[in-house]
């Protein structure tokens, strides 16, 4: 026996090892078909409490940001804004840049709503909320917050943070998504990436030169709220027939 030939007999057994394992964790079909009934009920329940809330902002950022950070009272300053020029706010429902969201829209004059999302450890909803919504899955909710926002609003946050934005980019990109004003807070944190994916994916033409205009980096809750306004003065608020479709398709 060749020495080829004791590699693939040690690969197709190591195969065969892999597929027993995966097979003996396999849910069985009536346990398939009641975690998609889950789904459903769960996307089913969030849409219809979430219709009444627009206009809506969803503000996205860290949960290790602790109130004394800097970041925590300008994101309470940028909700504030918002809610009292009309829009509700929309965070994750949980702590750090979460909770300053709803706290400064609690202390506003529009509803102040939280996503929570159900983890064995770090999320747990904050008192400051009209509205609360928990998700246990997470796609679930990544698409409430895109199907129910009018713009979305990145403050500085880790993977999480990065995933809820470069997913909005992704939907809006590719036609899935109705185009919104996407703004993120902090020239200092976000100018790195921002100029990464210019000098890098818009060089090698991994995206095209209207994908870096999704985003704009902003600093002070009047500007982001006049930036909002100004997108919506011009293309108007309500969504048009093909938008509409766009967001059935989602």
């Known amino acids: ?75 309470v300053d940028i909700a504030r804004a918002l809610s ?8 994750g429902g949980g702590p750090g840049i979460m909770e300053a969201a709803n706290v400064g829209a609690f202390e506003g004059k529009s509803l102040s709503i939280g996503l929570n999302i159900q983890l064995p450890h770090e999320q747990h909803g904050n008192p400051w909320q009209d509205m609360g919504i928990s998700f246990k899955y997470f796609f679930n909710r990544k698409l409430a917050f895109v199907r129910t926002s009018s713009a979305l609003i990145c403050m500085p946050g880790g993977f999480g943070t990065l995933d809820e934005l470069t997913e909005a980019l992704t939907l809006i990109q590719t036609g899935k998504a109705r185009r919104m004003p996407i703004i993120l807070v902090g020239r200092e944190f976000w100018s790195g990436l921002h100029d990464w994916m210019r000098a890098t994916l818009l060089r090698d033409k991994l995206i095209s030169p209207g994908d870096i205009e999704l985003m704009q980096i902003l600093e002070e809750p009047q500007e982001i709220v006049d930036a909002i306004f100004d997108v919506y003065e011009r293309e108007g608020i309500a969504p048009t027939v093909q938008e509409r479709q766009q967001i059935l398709t989602l």
């Open 1 to 75: 026996m060749t020495d080829q030939t004791t590699h693939n007999e040690s690969t197709k057994a190591k195969v065969a090892h892999l597929k027993s394992a995966v097979g003996a964790t396999d849910l069985t079909p009536g346990q398939e078909a009641w975690r998609a009934l889950q789904i459903m009920s769960e996307f089913v329940y969030a849409t219809e409490k979430l219709r009444p809330v627009q206009p809506a902002v969803s503000i996205f950022g860290s949960a290790r940001i602790k109130a004394d950070n800097p970041w925590y009272q300008r994101t």
């Open 84 to 91: 009292d020029s009309g829009f509700s706010v929309i965070s």
